[in-house]
């Protein structure tokens, strides 16, 4: 309990800091507001900030849903046929160089301004983390055990479902928090790039009406997101291996 | 029924692991392979259960070449194998989902009643003792229904205390769970007290130096108090083929 309170009291302290900061230095609020302001306007705002947060968080978990489902399946494929896996992994790890983010543009031309675009870059965003470590967890999964497994008659599909899958959501879980983090920034940027909704549109808005008390409500918002989704996650994880053990009991 | 080698062979990256080991183990015996560290005790398990492919020679157990993985053996490797997020139960019925059998309920109570494991059936592995884990992995083993157990060191990670109650505890099974049994030990004493044949095999490349036969009216630990000269020939033999000296 007390470590818990440690960080909490950092926290506490940084934000003094920086309001007798303000206070003292007079600074203007639209260059930088005190957190006082911020809560201010987080109240104020209150309607406008939900509705745009619910946009954001629904276009990030469907991206995420699918970044999922994707990375599952072919890190599956990938790990069952060798050749895709030496074909395509090095790929995909070279492939995380690359800034996700300055595909938005082209995104926006090819798709539009509705949803498409943000779910997309929310994939592309997430997709690499979970396909990358589920991928690794998969591979490090003991030949010996696999090999028992096969000396009581295991066939490939069960040496997955008995063994490597299990096993290996330690990994997907591990890169599904990674993405769960990545993919509200993801869902942010999209909006900044084309949107008529959502926090990153938000805070576009309200940042050339100079409201920047306004843009850290909505920061404070993404930071609230990730967090949760983040926890969210750490909740499945538990959940997948508490069904994993009861269900084998039943 | 019974396991045949002969002249069996293997090299792996240009280093002779196993030369010209020729041997029968009938059916119905518990037959002991004791060598010098790293001679290749657990490689000839390997090469039974079609883990590792032999260079030379042949294998044939019940008149079938084993030519490959095959689940003519129950098999227990030195790790127990067992499965973190499954049960006791469901780590001893690993065979029957596997191969789609049913499970009788009733049995498995009456032997995790003999493993003295019944209170612990719905514990993770995580849960349980290190001696605890050896008899659920040794029950596993005993649930695939083979007519051949191959174990690989299975009381090796465990104290001298535990192990010793581990043994004792295999010799008091019934003799209905009995089969034939291959053993792989270091420990000369346990496969003098568990055995009723010792195989002693040299050091790299590994071939059979001595074949013992153990046929002690009782077998128990006075019995095995008496065996101090078998045990001395058998050290003075791996001391010979030993690297270490």
Known sequence: MKRKLYPLGSLVLLLAVWQVAVTLLKTPAFILPSPVAVVQALVADASGLLTNSWVTLYESLIGLVIACLLAFGTALVMDRWQLLYQSFYPLLVISQTLPVMVLGPLLSLWFGFGMAPKVILVVLMSYFPIIVSFSEALGKVSKEQIRFLQTMGAKDWQVYRILKIPQGMQGFFAGLRIAATYCVSGAIIGEWLSAEAGLGYYMIRVKNGYQIDKVFAAIFCVIVLSLGLNVATRSLQKLYYRTLIQGRSS | ?245
């Not at chain 2, 007519?147 to 192990?163: C, K, Q």
Request: proline share 5%; aromatic share 6%; no cysteine.
């Open chain 2, 1 to 245: 029924m019974a396991i045949t080698l002969e002249h069996v062979g293997l090299t792996l990256d240009d280093l002779e692991i196993l030369n010209d080991v020729t041997a029968t183990i009938n059916a119905g015996s518990f037959v002991s392979l004791i060598a010098p560290s790293g001679a290749g005790k657990s490689t000839l398990l390997k090469i039974l259960t079609g883990l590792l492919p032999i260079s030379t020679g042949s294998v044939v157990v019940d008149g079938q070449p084993i030519t490959g993985l095959n689940t003519t053996f129950s098999y227990l490797p030195q790790e127990d194998m067992l499965l973190p997020w499954l049960n006791v139960d469901q780590n001893i019925t690993l065979y029957q989902r596997i191969n789609h059998q049913a499970v009788d309920q009733d049995h498995v109570t009456d032997l995790l009643t003999l493993f003295g494991l019944v209170a612990y059936r719905h514990f993770l592995p995580r849960q349980l003792s290190g001696g605890m884990r050896q008899r659920v992995a040794l029950l596993r083993t005993m649930m695939n229904p083979a007519n051949y157990l191959l174990l690989d060191e299975p009381f090796g990670a465990l104290d001298a205390m535990t192990r010793g109650l581990m043994q004792d505890w295999l010799l008091s099974l019934p003799t209905a769970l009995k089969r034939t049994t291959v053993l792989v030990t270091h420990d000369i004493e346990e496969a003098i007290y568990l055995s009723d044949r010792i195989l002693v095999l040299s050091a790299r490349p590994a071939h059979v130096v001595q074949d013992i036969s153990l046929t002690p009216a009782t077998r128990d630990r006075e019995w095995l108090a008496t065996q101090a000269p078998l045990k001395t020939e058998i050290y003075q033999l791996l001391r010979e083929d030993s690297d270490v000296k």
